[in-house]
């Protein structure tokens, strides 16, 4: 699949058939994630994988009320907890070196993109689930101080086709030179 064809047509998916994700494209997803760029080099991301039908259980309870992707993390055959080690994106010696502070956000959504690109290229599909109680999930997974769960990832073939929402004009985003000054000549 060309570049541009996927990221226009990835969907976020939170429902899944049963049929499995092979070891093989496992190993794919998390080339996906190793090869992403980050500040640095640093590759501040950790990512459990979780199979287990009652990991997995554990971890959609752990959701928001009525988070849409409880089903989907039930459902999918695979689910990535993509995490995050503090202290390192964004810091030369120690210190913080831009005003935005800790980098690993940033970084740690190139990876989670890089995945579920390439899970799209694969058939699979993902949603990005940012929505749960992070502390008891971080407790669960047993995670060491200086590392945190960022987001969950369930990944599996879809169940049905996601529609695209509508997306903003590139005249509402688009500015010339400095803000508030549009961008002429170009059409979205």
């Not at 494209?25 to 994630?33: D, F, N, Q």
Request: charged residues 25%; aromatic residues 10%; contains cysteine.
């Amino acid at each position: 699949m060309e570049t541009r064809d996927c990221l226009k047509s990835r969907r976020s998916i939170r429902r899944f058939t049963d049929q499995t994700v092979t070891d093989e494209m496992l190993l794919e997803l998390l080339e996906a994630v190793r090869w992403a760029p980050s500040w640095a080099n640093t590759q501040c991301w950790e990512l459990i994988i979780v199979r287990e039908p009652a990991s997995k259980q554990k971890l959609a309870d752990l959701l928001e009320e009525n988070n849409p992707a409880f089903k989907g993390v039930l459902e999918a055959p695979v689910v990535f907890v993509i995490c995050a080690r503090r202290g390192l994106a964004g810091f030369k010696k120690g210190e913080t070196t831009t005003n935005k502070g800790d980098w690993f956000m940033f970084d740690i959504g190139i990876a989670a993109q890089n995945l579920c690109l390439a899970a799209w290229d694969l058939g699979l599909g993902t949603v990005h689930v940012g929505n749960y109680d992070h502390a008891r999930v971080d407790e669960f997974l047993g995670l060491p101080a200086g590392v945190e769960s960022v987001e969950i990832i369930p990944a599996g073939f879809p169940a049905k086709e996601g529609k695209a929402p509508p997306r903003k004009p590139l005249d509402e985003f688009v500015f010339n030179e400095r803000y508030g000054q549009k961008l002429n000549g170009l059409n979205s």
